[in-house]
């Protein structure tokens, strides 16, 4: 039988339990279109107001990895909200039958973990993101549900996710209970992973289950394990995964050159610098040899007079009156008594030069807090990070800001963090 709610929803059939309702489809008559209702029960009317209050906020964020808020209210002893009906099937009644697998796995719980950045930017975090609170399309992407009530610890953020993975990896409805458990039976599920990307996925799974990940860490993690060469003919890429809180200075940033566009050299230089000499033939040869042979003995007999006429001038020189081996007045007998003149010692310039003064990092950035890094450019922006003893990692992407400067940056700023947590920020090379 049908339930109305009012006149102008109708509940059809129940979809799928939540952790604080029934989820139904349904109908909307006024617009002539399926819904989706969650169907909560009241608890008392401050309760009922705090909770239509959380409704409103959440309603605001509209994001395709998320369930969209339609509208809320209450009916008798529920309060309702009205979802837009989505293609698929929640996530746990796909678990022993989807085909998914390896890094079609791996993709979809990195996208959905860039769709929880989107929503923490909008102050919307502390969801569950574990299977009961999941949707599969038909297209094997991942939506969230419920995004408004607070989910467990161990369901939400990068261990969620590492969980998820899990679930969906090994067909459980049931996460890990210790990193073995998961190591065990993780491994040989997520098969067509390279060694390397299954040695990268498990190195950064162990950090999570010790907490010393954010999500930001592991969304950016999971992207260079995607990234990693997947071709049997090449070797697999060494993976290092996010450094631990010891020696944050030496591991500060991801190698630049992988931002950077590397030209290919142009074809006509490669064909001359590969072009080998053309060798000459023996008459050639003989020809330019005949031909250098007479400029050969007139440069040799250039030499050979000058050398005899400097001679003459210089015997003519000494026999002169007044020549070097000539006293005043004498006939040549007396010794020289003229005393050199010391050459003017040259002035050595014995200054030092100042050393040109490196940039210092700035004095605002707080060691377990993520620096403010808007409005900075690169260097700058590197030694804030630097100072909070935190890793990072950045884009060059088209924006209207300035060129040069920082324009976005995630996690956002002012924001507790561990040592050795990565930021990553965005900078402008304008429009």
């Known amino acids: 039988m049908e339930q ?8 059809t059939e129940p979809i799928h339990p939540l952790a604080d309702g029934v989820m139904y489809a349904g109908k909307d008559l006024s617009l002539h279109r399926d819904v989706f209702l969650l169907m909560v029960e009241k608890s008392g009317d401050a309760s009922s107001s705090d909770y239509l209050r959380v409704l409103g906020q959440a309603a605001q964020f509209s994001d395709e990895r998320f369930f969209h808020i339609l509208n809320a209210g209450l009916a008798e002893n ?13 996530l746990p009644a796909q678990l022993g039958r989807h ?11 990195f996208d959905l973990g860039k769709g929880m950045q989107e929503a923490m930017e909008e102050g919307i975090s502390g969801f569950s993101v574990t299977a009961e609170n999941m949707w599969l399309t038909e297209d094997n992407r991942l939506k969230v549900m419920n995004y408004w009530s607070p989910g467990k ?17 090994t067909h459980s409805k049931q996460g890990p209970a210790t990193f073995d458990q998961y190591q065990e039976n993780v491994v040989p599920a997520l098969t067509g992973l390279t060694s390397g990307q299954k040695e990268a996925l498990l190195a950064l799974s162990r950090r999570v289950f010790r907490e010393e990940v954010s999500l930001s860490s592991f969304i950016f993690s999971l992207r260079e394990i995607i990234a990693l060469e997947k071709s049997p003919e090449a070797p697999p890429k060494a993976f290092i995964p996010p450094a631990a809180p010891a020696e944050p200075v030496r591991e500060t940033a991801p190698p630049r050159i992988q931002y950077r566009h590397e030209e290919e050299p142009a074809p006509e230089r490669v064909r001359r610098t590969e072009k080998p000499p053309r060798a000459k033939e023996p008459e050639a040869e003989e020809a330019d040899t005949r031909e250098r042979m007479p400029l050969r003995r007139t440069i040799w007999t250039l030499g050979a007079a000058a050398v005899v006429l400097l001679g003459i001038a210089v015997f003519m020189y000494m026999l002169l009156p007044g020549g070097p081996n000539k006293g005043p007045g004498s006939g040549g007998t007396a010794g020289n008594t003229a005393t050199a003149t010391p050459s003017p010692t040259p002035t050595v310039n014995t200054a030092t030069p100042s050393p040109t003064p ?22 700058a922006a590197e030694q804030a990070v630097k100072a909070a003893g935190m890793r990072y990692s950045y884009f060059i992407e088209p ?32 429009q």
Do not use: W
């Open 358 to 379: 490196s940039p210092t990092p700035p004095t605002d950035a707080v060691p377990g807090q993520i620096p403010n890094l808007i409005g900075m450019t690169q260097e």
């Open 153 to 169: 610890l161990i369901s939400r953020g990068s261990l969620g996710l590492c969980t998820l993975l899990y679930q969906i990896s």
């Open 99 to 109: 085909r998914m697998r390896g890094i079609e796995i791996v993709s979809a719980v």
């Open 78 to 90: 529920h309060v309702y909200t009205v979802l837009t009906a989505q293609k698929g099937t929640p």
């Open 4 to 11: 109305r709610i009012g006149e102008r929803y109708v509940l």
């Open 399 to 430: 924006n209207p800001a300035e060129s040069g400067t920082v324009f976005r940056q995630d996690p956002p700023p002012n924001q507790p963090a561990n040592k050795g947590d990565r930021v990553t920020f965005y900078i402008s090379k304008g």
